[in-house]
């Protein structure tokens, strides 16, 4: 996206641009001959602020006292020979509109991070979401990123990053207290229940719990195979990078057992992602019915355990081992 | 003619049906000496084996239908015919963890081997599987595993079981326990215990527990009493491997792996 700077001629006053993120492109000067103009901001002197020297000259150019003195510019503008506010006519506008082919894009969700545990094998990345409960500590993801199933052990060094994104962690990382999921899961690798609940310690930047830090998903049981969810998770292999959060939209059915499945072709790194009900991409938020657990033969296609009263139970187990 | 063509759609209807009977009786089942057993591989490796990662072994395991295999990453399930003397493993999936790329790899050439229709023999406790490139060699996990003895073992504790619930025990807990004839002695990382342990009929108790506090973390002291009241009363003993499985009769339980000495 680029900035737009609008040309503004006053004498005296410079002009500092500070960009958004990380990848805009420095603004051009271009032909007003459509009205619309963009320039590079300029210091006082003429010289292009596009170095860290020039930054730093403007910067230090505003003294309190230049500050204080500094020219009221709407003041100067409303009360100037400028042309008088009379309407050029009707209001018009032009509506919106969604992409007819669903949304191509949505904002990453903070609540949403990525997980790394160590496995015997090295490090195992999974996703997951903080989960909203009464002492606001809890994380969802599924029971292979906790536990090697039957036969094995729990993974140590739990730790989830809500909002990874290309390598920063916006609000910091929440380490795990405790882990905890289903006996189908730990005693037989039941894909049923393939559901893993931990309680975090306080962390991230305010030192607080993590629903503090970064909200909480809502959580949903009980309510059918066939659902409208938005699944989200940091897929690693195959072609995608494993550091940008993914989505997949669709409705869900019974794909196995007590499973639901739904086209997605998130791959290894999504697990533990969270299948969401009325998801609101503005807010980050939803009521968590699924997470994502594995797939058959079709690369298209994903499964999840079915939410029904096995997720509530381990829902209030967790939140009964939480500390306050 | 309407007749006729019915009669043939009924008979067709009647022979498909008749051989997907078949199908899900015998040989859709996959082979019965391997139905219910689970199979690792072992680290004496030979030229013709499988390459895998060094520390890591691959876990097959065989039930209905269905095989499992996790060779250190993800868990891989695939639907299990046989046709002669191969397995036939199709619609093969996973969990969807990321793993380190040699890892990864692995997995991918582990489901590669088994779609490849591998043979299969099975010689008394060693399961032998070969494509034309390549081979496994795994041992019976009873072999591979023997079951530890319940006393003279350091039992760590690692997971506290409620109601189809399992949680981990926190870090920083080294809870334990251990039975040395009629005695045990152990800790849940805020107590430690000591008394005499009464081994009976495949269950265990502990009379007359000795409890003495000692320092840890604050957060520790609440999951501590939850551990210390699973102890009092008889509990089931089950060992498998070196997994120990203490259960009380409400279902509540804990769960050890016994530290090699």
Redesign the interface.
């Known amino acids: 996206m680029r900035s737009i700077v609008k040309s503004v001629a006053v004498s005296g006053v410079v002009l500092f641009v500070t960009f958004a993120g990380g990848t805009v492109a420095q603004a051009q000067p271009s032909a007003a001959a459509s009205g619309n103009a963009s320039t590079v901001a300029r210091t006082s002197d003429g010289r292009a602020v596009n170095t860290q020297a020039a930054i730093a000259a403007v910067e230090a150019y505003w003294t309190p006292a230049r500050m204080a003195a500094a020219v009221d510019l709407d003041l100067k503008d409303s009360a100037g020979t400028g042309s008088a506010a009379v309407p050029q006519g009707k209001p018009g506008s032009v509506a919106p509109a969604l992409p007819s082919k669903g949304m191509a894009s949505l904002n990453q969700s903070v609540t949403v991070g990525k997980v790394y545990v160590t ?8 996703s997951a979401s903080a989960l909203n409960s009464g002492k606001r500590r809890l994380v969802i993801t ?1 029971g ?8 094995g ?2 993974y ?1 060094n739990f730790i989830f990053v809500p909002g990874f994104r290309q390598g920063n962690e916006p609000v910091g990382r929440f380490v795990a ?8 899961w ?1 005693n037989n ?1 039941n ?1 049923d229940e ?1 559901m893993a609940i931990a309680v975090m310690n306080n962390g991230g930047i305010y030192g607080a719990k993590v629903v503090d830090t970064v909200g909480g998903m809502g959580l949903r049981w009980n309510w059918g195979y066939s659902v409208a969810v938005t699944i989200l998770g ?4 195959g072609g995608f990078p ?1 550091d940008v959060q993914y989505f997949c939209q669709g409705t869900t059915w019974n794909g196995h057992s007590q499973q639901v499945r739904a086209w997605c072709n ?6 533990g992602g969270p299948w969401l009900q009325e998801y609101n991409d503005q807010t980050g938020l939803g009521y968590t019915n699924s997470v ?6 079709d690369p298209a296609q ?1 499964d999840g355990p079915y939410f029904d009263n ?1 997720i509530k ?2 829902f209030d ?2 939140e009964g ?1 939480s ?1 306050a | 003619m309407p007749m006729t063509t019915r009669w043939w759609l009924l008979l067709t209807v009647v022979t498909t049906m008749t051989i997907a009977g078949c199908g899900s009786g015998s040989a859709a089942e996959g082979p019965a000496e391997l139905t219910g057993r689970t199979f690792v591989t072992m680290g004496d490796k030979q030229q013709q084996d499988l390459p895998l990662v060094e520390g890591t072994r691959v876990r097959l395991a065989f039930r209905n239908g269905e095989v499992a295999a996790e060779a250190g990453c993800n868990h891989l399930t695939g639907k299990l015919t046989t046709e002669g003397d191969r397995l036939v493993v199709t619609e093969v999936g996973g969990t969807l963890m990321g793993c380190s790329p040699e890892l990864t790899d692995q997995d991918d050439r582990v489901r590669r081997f088994l779609q490849d229709r591998p043979r299969w023999r099975l010689d008394g406790d060693t399961l032998l599987l070969s494509t034309d490139t390549a081979r496994l060699r795994l041992v019976d996990l009873r072999s591979a595993e023997p079951d530890r003895p319940l006393t003279g073992v350091r039992w760590s504790l690692d997971t506290v079981v409620e109601n189809g619930t399992a949680s981990s025990v926190p870090a920083g807990a080294d809870a334990y326990l251990m039975i040395e004839g009629d005695r045990v002695t152990g800790s849940t990382g805020c107590t430690r215990l000591e008394g005499s342990a009464s081994v009976a009929g495949g269950t265990v108790s502990f009379p007359g527990l000795s409890t003495r506090r000692m320092p840890c973390a604050a957060q520790l002291k609440g999951w501590d009493s939850g551990v210390l009241e699973l102890l009092r009363g008889p509990l089931s003993v089950r060992i498998t491997g070196n997994r120990l499985v203490l259960t009380r009769g409400d279902g509540r339980g804990l769960q050890f792996t016994a530290l090699s000495r």
């Open positions: 496995t015997p094998g090295g490090t195992g990345q999974c599924a292979h990123c906790v536990h090697a199933g039957a036969g052990g729990w140590s207290w405790t882990l905890t999921s289903r006996t189908a730990i690798s894909s393939d940091y897929p690693a292999a494993g998130m791959t290894q790194g999504s697990s994502v657990s594995h797939r058959h033969g994903m096995d139970s381990l187990y967790a081992l500390p």
